[in-house]
């Protein structure tokens, strides 16, 4: 049985020696007292002798005196029995028989008393009787008779004390247990209700602690019981600030690294992933199950990362490679991965996007490439036309005006790209810097008031229908460099006898400005490239045109620096609209 979680032995465990105490002390009474009874009652037994023995000598010297009714007659009322042995063991009188069953008597020259009466002149014993199979205690005393002879004078008495004490021994002892039990069963329900029912509760209030669902244990009234208590509350406190501390920690960790741009990736000793961050998600394009566990072979069938993480792993050293992506989109990512020291063995490997590093590197190249091709052509044609009139065309006034108004041409065609390379290297440094209050509809007016010669000169009407626009804070330069451009290509790229049309209105929270022309259109193929830098459907239509590719480039950069966005529709042979949003 257990009771509230102590086995009983432990309860009872100090009542364990007043019980051994008590039954050390029955056993014993138990052996000791019979034994001492049985000696005083020898001892008594032995002085009735002596004072006996000198009256049955007088008798015994009385010449044919009947010995067997004498001793039946001294001991009729006294309980005792008197035996009368002669020195060879015959019995000849008895009080305890008649005189016929005394002449059938065994010889009594064996029993103890008898013998040691006869070696020693007295002798005693205690023992069961043969014949009525009580415990007797005998004394014996040797005498002599008249004849001279030597007789052996026995005396026994039954020893009915012995029974009634062992008796009252057994019911003392049965007290005693009762009185133990009882003291054992008061003393338990006491020490379990002050000791064990409190210390019980203290462990199964351990047990909450370590298990979560409290997060302290209540005191109990004992003292000690009460300093062990509050010794565990205040190790669940700094348990608690630990965790604490250690959640925090582990919250700033994935806290940075879920905002990190780059991936990561994080393997233990055994090569199985631990975790992965978003970043590394999204590049890998890898859906949102359990990474922890797997390998990098089952999460992603990518050699090239398997190896850096291997190859980490066993030399503890940092690692690189890349990977080229052809799914969803092509992209390079760059891998470093660095080795985890301390605790636990690992690595980390950071997978980098590189995509768009290598795309600006090349875009940029191909922006020199192409500014320097651009001022080459113009430059070439300035020299040639000076060196041609040095050589003597100066002479002849008419080639001589030719060729000036030549590289007067070339060198407004230099003027106007270097303008549109600072305009666009300004839209790019200062992007929305400065935010001044534009009227759209005046910036229209203007463009077409600056353009109108021109529109003339090529036989293309413009027409205007605008609505009143609220007033754009933004880069007033910038959209008026927009509408300009925009209204330019219209009239360029449009024939003589066209059309163009401008729309100003106010849609919602944005204004729209949308250009159409009734001219050559775009080829559906070019439509994606005309906003890139330099970019021109017919390269030589546009140099004789004078452009250098780089207006729409214009537009699109300050649409985007105004948050808005630029679209275009365009059929070939009849006609393009480009359509600006930007909002109020
Ligand atoms: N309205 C239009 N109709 C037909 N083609 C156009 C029109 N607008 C632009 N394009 C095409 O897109 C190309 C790029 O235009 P963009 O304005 O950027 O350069 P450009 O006009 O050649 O030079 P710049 O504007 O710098 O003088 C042009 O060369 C032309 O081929
Ligand atoms: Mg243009």
Redesign the pocket.
């Known amino acids: 049985m257990r009771l509230l979680g102590f086995p009983p032995k432990l309860r009872l465990a100090p009542l364990w020696p007043a019980l051994a105490a008590v039954l050390t002390a029955t056993a014993l009474l138990w052996i000791l007292l019979p034994g001492l009874l049985e000696r005083s009652a020898s001892v008594q037994l032995l002085d009735t002798l002596r004072i006996l023995s000198p009256i049955v000598r007088a008798e015994r010297q009385q010449q044919g005196a009947d010995a067997q009714a004498w001793v039946r007659s001294i001991a009729a009322d006294s309980g005792l029995r008197i035996t009368l042995v002669r020195s060879d063991g015959v019995v000849f009188a008895d009080s305890a028989r008649t005189a016929e069953q005394v002449t059938v008597m065994e010889n009594h020259a064996r029993r103890p008393e008898i013998r040691e009466a006869l070696a020693t002149g007295e002798g005693h014993s205690v023992r069961r009787s043969a014949t009525t199979g009580q415990t007797y205690v005998y004394a014996a005393r040797t005498l002599t008779d008249a004849g001279g002879h030597l007789v052996v004078l026995r005396l026994a008495q039954p020893l009915a004390q012995l029974e009634a004490l062992r008796g009252s021994i057994a019911t003392a002892m049965l007290f005693a247990a009762l009185a133990a039990g009882v003291a054992i069963l008061v003393t338990s329900l006491w020490i379990d209700r002050r000791l064990f029912g409190p210390l019980a509760g203290l462990i199964s209030g351990a047990g909450d602690l370590a298990s979560g669902r409290r997060r302290r244990v209540a005191l109990p009234e004992e003292e000690e019981l009460a300093a062990l208590a509050a010794a565990l509350n205040r190790l669940a406190e700094t348990a608690e600030a630990q965790l604490g501390l250690v959640r925090d920690e582990r919250d700033h960790l994935m806290t940075i690294l879920a905002s990190m741009s780059e991936g990561v990736l994080v393997v233990g000793g055994d090569g199985r992933a631990r975790l992965v961050n978003p970043a590394f998600r999204r590049l890998f394009d890898l859906d949102g199950g359990d990474v922890a566990g797997h390998t990098v072979l089952e999460l992603l069938r990518q050699p090239e990362l398997a190896r850096v993480v291997d190859d980490t792993l066993r030399r503890g050293e940092a690692q690189s490679g890349a990977i080229e992506l052809q799914a969803p989109e092509r992209r390079t990512l760059l891998l470093e991965s660095a080795a985890l020291a301390g605790g636990e063995r690992g690595a980390v490997v950071v997978a980098r996007d590189t995509t768009e590093l290598t795309r600006v590197a090349d875009m940029r190249r191909d922006f020199v490439a192409n500014v320097s091709h651009e001022l080459k052509t113009p430059l070439a044609a300035i020299r040639g036309y000076a060196e041609t009139l040095r050589d003597g065309a100066l002479d002849e006034p008419p080639t001589a005006r030719r060729f000036t108004e030549r590289i007067l041409q070339h060198c407004r065609r230099l003027q ?2 270097l303008d ?1 390379l600072l305009t666009l290297s300004r839209l790019e440094s200062v992007a929305s810097a400065e935010r001044e209050p534009v009227d759209l509809n005046a910036v229209v007016q203007r463009a077409v008031d600056l353009l109108s010669a021109t529109a003339r000169e090529r036989q293309v009407t413009i027409e205007v229908h605008e609505e009143k626009v609220a007033t754009l804070a933004g880069d007033a330069d910038g959209i008026e460099r927009l509408v300009l ?2 209204l ?3 009239l ?3 024939q003589p006898g066209g059309e163009v049309a401008l729309h100003l209105s106010q849609q919602d929270k944005n204004a729209v400005l949308a ?1 159409s ?1 009734t ?4 080829p559906p193929d ?1 439509l994606p490239r ?2 890139e ?7 030589g ?3 004789d ?11 699109k950069h300050v649409v985007q620096a105004h948050g808005g966005h630029v679209d ?1 529709e ?1 059929r070939m042979g009849q ?2 609209t ?1 359509r600006v949003t930007l909002p109020l």
């Open positions: 106007a790209l549109d451009n925009l330019d290509n219209a360029k790229y449009n250009v022309d001219g050559i259109g775009i070019s005309i906003f830098r330099f970019y021109r459907v017919d390269k239509r546009s140099r045109e004078g452009g250098t590719g780089l207006g729409l480039a214009i537009v275009v365009s006609g393009t480009f």
